[in-house]
């Protein structure tokens, strides 16, 4: 092969490359991009117990917003929640973020939200306290890190998408000096907790956002 055509085979990759990467782009610029828009707390926390178990339930509403150029199909939310003790810090979000990201998902819900617009809709979540006698027997207050996914597919490409999130819920007032620590939630006598007496923390986009 001559220099000349080797020169020609490297100018027509290099085109290729640009053309690519112009396409890659202009797809990202027309696609769904859906993110947590807001989540409020609309149910008093519950528990239930067991010889051996402790469950607190809630129900949250939470809005996804679409903030593409291009309709966002087959949305499903996947969250899980992380119980932590009194005192203690915030889970590594990293090692407990894989599972509702890589769960089973189906095939979504079917929803279809448009360019611009906003899904709510609300689900309820369950938080294990404990699991074992001997810590239920000392179980007083509790706080909670909820890690999730937004799942959904786009009109321009066949991937699925994902955006991650991390939230805390915990009692009144703020984190200590120590920001991983926030104020836990005070069990009592385990009868139903008003919504006035907890709290959720800002929510964090964390960890996939493809």
Known sequence: MTIFNCLL?????????????QLSATKDDQRAWLGLEDI???????????????????????????AGKSIAKDFVLTWEAKARGDGESH???HEHQHKPCNQDRGDGHHYII?????????????IDLVRGK???????????????????????????HQSGFIFTIGGQGWPSANASIFPSIEIGDGKPIPIDKWRRSHVFTAGRAN
Request: charge should be negative; glycine fraction near 4%.
């Open 40 to 66: 409020k707390l609309v149910e008093p926390i519950t528990f239930t117990f067991s010889d051996d178990k402790a469950t607190a339930h809630t129900r949250f509403e939470y809005a996804v917003r679409n």
């Open 9 to 21: 085979v490297l100018v027509g990759a290099f085109q290729s490359f640009i053309i690519y990467g």
């Open 91 to 93: 889970l590594d979000w």
């Open 114 to 126: 448009l360019p611009g617009s906003t899904l709510t809709q609300s689900d309820w979540i369950e």
């Open 134 to 160: 001997s810590d239920l027997a000392t179980l007083k207050s509790f706080s909670a890190d909820i890690v999730g996914c937004i799942n959904y597919r786009t009109t321009v490409d066949s991937e699925l």
